[in-house]
């Protein structure tokens, strides 16, 4: 079984003439609830992609119809918390008739921290996937637990960390870090001593991908990390993955498709990507199979963008095995 230990957040999308301005006052045309969260949406990938998924976090008495969602998707909710204190994670979202969108974010009952002990016993979990959108140190402390109880760790640095904690972050305890072309500049600023945060479209014309992946390879911090997947949206990915402590490296092409809504394209990718790593034993995973791993994942991806939203656009498995037939690519799920 996997363990996500994440958010999890109410989203009400507002539809409007256009991005309100300071001091104006304007009518929503529509409104839409939707759950959201990115612990959420890669526990639900996990389970869309059949596998045995447990989400750890909390939510506010306001969120319990996120709850009986996340049941309806087969996701263990068991040590997802209720606090009576603060209401659950939101994000308002204003969305004009020109596609333009303005967010607002509430941290809520994710920004509180996790009391109980996560389950994490290697007799029942085998991966542990986190992210960044609840308490920073209750994210690396859970690295750190499952890595000591050798269980995988899955690392996706969003929304990514400021450099101080990056520094000071337990990348030895790390399995795998998965992030995009943005983080992954952002990541190399930070550790190779800039410090700053570049404007995503300046960092991509100075570092290439492949030189990206290079870096964060070999850096002191980060060299340890048996797999680093950096994504590249429509263009595919760049990965370094140690198979018996050999590197193999992989470039690979995204499958074609008519995105609409890129949303949730990245934590459709990691749940997918460990739910491949589930399906067979990691023992025999030579390095054709783990491209056929990564192949699947962006199959997911690739497909979790051809629809609106985050949870509802991500594919179920009997969809990405047929995309994946239709691309000539075997699947491994």
């Known amino acids: 079984m996997a363990l996500v230990f994440g958010s999890i957040n109410v989203d009400e999308f507002l539809a409007v003439p256009h991005i309100v301005r300071p001091g104006e006052t304007i009518s929503s045309t529509h409104i839409t609830k939707k759950a959201g969260g990115k612990g959420a949406n890669v526990a639900v990938a996990l389970a869309k992609a059949s596998a045995r998924v447990l989400l750890a976090g909390q939510i506010g008495e306001d969120g319990e119809w996120v709850r009986a969602l996340l049941n309806t998707y087969c996701v263990d909710t068991t040590h997802l ?13 204003q969305i004009s008739q020109e596609g333009e969108n303005s967010i607002v974010l509430y941290g809520g009952s994710n920004q509180m921290a996790y009391g109980p002990p996560l389950p994490l016993s290697p007799a029942t979990i085998s991966h542990l996937l986190v992210q960044e959108e609840i308490v920073h140190a209750d994210t690396t402390s859970a690295i750190v637990h499952a890595h000591n109880n050798k269980i995988k760790t899955v690392y996706n640095p969003s929304p990514l960390p400021p450099s101080h904690q990056l520094l000071e972050f337990p990348w030895h305890a790390l399995s795998y870090l998965i ?14 001593g800039q410090g700053q945060h570049t404007q995503h479209a300046h960092s991509h014309s100075q570092q290439s991908p492949q030189h990206l992946l290079d ?47 890129t949303t949730g394209a990245g934590d459709t990718f990691a749940g997918y990507f460990v739910a491949a790593c589930m399906s067979s034993s990691m023992s025999t995973h030579k390095s054709t199979h783990i491209e056929l791993v990564l192949k699947n994942a962006m199959a997911a991806a690739a497909l979790a963008v051809t629809k609106p939203g985050a949870m509802d656009a991500i594919p179920i498995l009997s ?12 699947c491994v799920l």
């Open 319 to 330: 969809q990405v095995r047929a995309h994946l037939l239709t691309n000539g690519i075997e």
């Open 179 to 192: 992030l995009n072309q943005g983080e992954a500049m952002d990541l190399y600023n930070s550790l190779v």
């Open 215 to 261: 870096a964060l390879t070999t850096h002191p911090l980060t060299a340890s990390i048996q797999g680093v997947i950096i994504t590249l949206g429509s263009e595919g990915l760049v990965a370094r993955v140690k198979i018996d402590n050999t590197p193999h490296d992989y470039c690979l092409p995204s499958t074609k498709v008519n995105a609409i809504d």
């Open 81 to 93: 918390l209720t606090t009576a204190s603060v209401p659950s994670g939101r994000a308002t979202i």
